[in-house]
C-alpha cells in the first residue's frame, strides 16, 4: 500500500470553513479574543471584511474555539485544540450577518459567547458541522462496497494463480493488471486493511533487500517477477500466498470499523497518493501502468464520493466542480490507454497529454481539498 505525506490543503478553502491551525496569512485587520472559564469570546464588534481574530486561552483547559451562526449552529471558522495560555489566529471573512463565539472546552460542555451582528459585506457561508451519526450512511454504504470489491478481488487473484501457475507470461501480465486495479479501486479502505495492505500491495520502499527482500511479498512483487523474466513456478509460489492473504483480508474485513473522519479525508488524499505515486511513475516495478492504476483510483474515489454526497452536496458550495473535475481527469488519463489496450507509460507520454494530465489532477485535488475540513467530525454540544 501506498501512503502519502498528510495534506497541507486546508488553505485552500477559500470562501469556506477555515481552520486556525492551516492558515496564517496576515489580515487586514485584526481583533484580541479570550476565552476564559466559562465564557466564550465576549463582546466585539467589526465590520465586514477579511479579519483576523487572534485567540487567546485563559481558560485551565485545552478549548476548540468556533466562529458559528448562532441560529444555524453553521461554523465560519474554527480553532482546533487551542492550549491554555496559548494564542493562535482566526481568520475569517465576515459579512452581513449574526455570528457568535462558541467554545468546547475539554470534559465541559460547549459555552456561546454573545450574538454579534454585522452589517455589512458578504462573507463566508457557515458550514453545518457533521457529525458521526450523519457519516454512519456513509460508512454503511462504502463499508458494502469494499465487500464486493473484495469478492471481486478475490476472483481476480484466483486467475491470477491458475494463468501464472499455468506457465503463460503474457496472459498472467494480463491477469495481473486485472488484480491490481481491483485491489486500488478499494480506495479509503486501505487505513482499515492493517497488515494485509502491506501482503497485497506493499512496495519495495525502505526494506533493506529492495526488490529482492523477502519480504517484498503481493501484488508489486508479482508485477517485479513478470516483467523481469523471473521463473514462473518462483512466481507461482507467490500468487498462492496472495491468495491467502486476500482470504484473510475478506474474513477480517467485517470485524473492522471505519473512522467516520476517515471518508472525507481520503476523498482527498486518494488523488494526492496518485499525484506523488502513479503520475510520477514511482510506484511502477516494470508494467509501465501506473496510468491504469492512477484512473483506478479515480474509481475509488468516486465511491467515497458517492458515498459522503448525501452529507456533502448540502455543505460544499463547489461540489458539483467535484464533478466536472472528476470527468475531466478520466478523459485526460484515458489518453494513456493505447487501442491495442496496452497502458503507455508515464515516461512515454507526449508532452501535451503529460501537461493535460497534471493540469486536470491539480484542478481535481483543488476541488476535493475543502471535503476533508468540511466533513471533519466537530463537537456540537
Not at 35 to 58: E, K, L, M, P, Y
Not at 174 to 193: E, K, V
Not at 323 to 340: E, I, Q, S, V
Request: net charge negative; aromatic share 6%; glycine share 10%.
Amino acid at each position: 500500500m501506498l501512503r502519502p505525506p498528510a495534506a497541507a490543503a486546508l488553505c485552500l478553502i477559500t470562501g469556506l470553513l477555515l481552520t486556525a491551525t492551516a492558515c496564517t496569512h496576515e489580515a487586514s485587520n485584526a481583533f484580541s479574543v479570550t476565552i476564559t472559564q466559562g465564557s466564550c469570546g465576549g463582546s466585539w464588534s467589526a465590520d465586514g471584511g477579511t479579519r483576523t481574530f487572534q485567540v487567546t486561552n485563559r481558560d485551565i483547559q485545552t478549548t476548540e474555539v468556533q466562529l458559528v451562526d448562532p441560529a444555524s449552529g453553521g461554523v465560519y471558522a474554527e480553532v482546533e485544540a487551542l492550549a491554555p495560555n496559548a494564542t493562535r489566529p482566526m481568520q475569517v471573512k465576515l459579512g452581513q450577518g449574526t455570528y457568535a463565539f462558541r467554545c468546547f472546552p475539554e470534559d465541559n460542555e460547549a459555552v456561546t459567547g454573545p450574538a454579534v451582528k454585522v452589517s455589512s459585506g458578504t462573507g463566508s457561508p457557515a458550514v453545518l458541522p457533521v457529525s458521526s451519526l450523519d457519516l454512519a450512511g456513509a460508512i454503511k454504504s462504502y463499508g458494502a462496497y469494499v465487500t464486493a470489491g473484495l469478492t471481486t478481488l478475490a476472483g481476480k487473484v484466483a486467475v491470477l494463480n491458475s494463468v501464472v501457475s499455468g506457465g503463460n507470461r503474457a496472459q498472467a501480465k494480463a491477469a495481473w493488471l486485472d488484480a491490481h486495479l481491483a485491489y486500488n479501486r478499494l480506495g479509503a479502505a486501505y487505513d482499515s486493511f492493517g497488515d494485509f495492505a502491506d501482503a497485497i500491495d506493499g512496495v519495495p520502499d525502505g526494506l533493506p533487500g529492495g526488490v529482492h527482500d523477502p519480504d517484498f511479498a503481493g501484488l508489486h512483487r508479482i508485477e517485479y517477477g513478470l516483467w523481469h523474466g523471473e521463473p514462473m513456478p518462483s512466481l507461482a509460489k507467490i500468487t498462492k500466498q496472495l491468495i491467502t492473504d486476500v482470504a484473510g483480508l475478506r474474513a477480517d474485513w467485517p470485524k473492522e470499523q471505519i473512522d467516520p473522519n476517515d471518508l472525507p479525508l481520503r476523498a482527498h488524499e486518494i488523488i494526492e497518493n496518485t499525484l506523488q505515486f502513479q503520475l510520477t511513475g514511482a510506484a511502477d516495478e516494470g508494467s509501465g501502468t501506473t496510468l491504469a492504476t492512477a484512473l483506478a483510483n479515480v474509481d475509488g474515489t468516486q465511491a467515497v464520493l458517492d458515498a459522503i454526497a448525501p452529507v456533502m452536496s448540502t455543505r460544499y458550495v463547489g461540489w458539483p466542480n467535484v464533478a466536472t473535475w472528476m470527468a475531466t481527469t478520466r478523459t485526460a488519463l484515458a489518453t494513456a490507454h493505447r487501442p491495442d489496450g496496452s497502458w503507455m507509460p508515464v515516461g512515454a507520454l507526449p508532452a501535451a497529454d503529460r501537461l493535460r494530465i497534471d493540469a486536470a489532477v491539480g484542478g481535481l485535488l483543488e476541488a476535493l481539498a475543502p471535503i476533508a475540513a468540511i466533513g471533519d467530525v466537530r463537537r456540537t454540544q
